[in-house]
């Protein structure tokens, strides 16, 4: 049973870190697993005195079979938002799964290997079923999109990316052309011809911040791939006011529903992402394809973020 947060009161911070099961990896996220009574500008002050990339805010939604937007997924109904310390985003895969994880053992339901709990999180993006288990000694959350879609990138869009970045359209992978991919959020793709390439991000924030507005774009995702399954990613994010996402779940969905439209990989397939490498944050996102499904589904740890850890 969740208490609200008496008024007048400031509601309990948590801190998680996501895609990771060491508290110093991953992508941390605040998490209020009761915001209700908080208004947009509170959950925004709340957002930027964190300070990470995003933060959570859950309002528990009234006892009914049924979420708030009609989802019939079984599971305890929140409305989800997302705040960067600059604004809110329609939907954040890391701190979803944050959040999850979060509720999961305040409750509680994951106390033991084997136990499981459900959820179904209402964001602006749309109904986001969220399943957490725990194995091995680990708690672990995935999260099924929205339905995806990928759409063309105009060639002077990507090309004022890659100026803003500044990478030469050689330093491209032929095989993975520039899309901008969605599910739950915007993001455009660009694959790096080497890992390399990749691990050099020194970039114009405030020139790729101004393309990501114009095509309201949360991140642009720069991949390279590996092998067959396995790729690593990086995600510039000027419009959420830091320079870069260490892990992020909303562009590992959208780039499923990428990797299946171009027919990188079979209809089903099971995918890994290695992401905050170059930050010295690793995190790791598996990214689940079903044959016949449109909806992605993206899984990882999460811990908490020790008090005084940033």
Known sequence: MTTK??????????????????????????????????????????????????????????????????SDSPGQHYTARYFSPKAEVPFCGHATVAAAVALAERDGAVTGDGARAAYVFATRAGSVPVAVSRAEGAVRATLTSVTPHVEEAAADDVAEALAALGWDAGELAADLPPRIAFAGARHLVLAAATRDRLARLDYDFARLEALMR?????????????????????????????????????????????????????????????????????????????????????????????????
């Open 5 to 70: 947060t008496p008024p007048g009161s400031s509601p309990a911070v948590l801190r998680y870190t996501a895609f990771t099961t060491d508290p110093s990896g991953g992508n941390p996220a605040g998490v209020v697993l009761d915001a209700a009574g908080l208004d947009d500008e509170a959950m925004l002050a709340i957002a930027a005195e964190v300070g990470y990339s995003e933060t959570a805010f859950l309002i528990p939604a009234a006892d009914s079979p049924e979420s708030p937007d009609g």
């Open 214 to 310: 114009r095509l309201d774009l949360t991140t642009v995702q720069l991949v390279w791939r590996e092998s067959p399954y396995v790729f690593h990613a990086r995600d510039p994010f000027p419009v959420g006011g830091v320079m870069e996402d260490p892990a992020t779940g909303a562009a590992a969905a959208a780039f499923g529903a990428y990797a299946r439209e171009l027919d990188l990989v079979p209809a089903e397939s099971v995918l890994t992402l290695h992401q905050g490498e170059d930050m010295g944050r690793p995190g790791v996102l598996t990214v689940t394809l079903r044959e016949g499904e449109k909806r992605v589904r993206v899984s990882g740890a999460a811990v908490p973020v020790p008090e005084g850890q940033a």
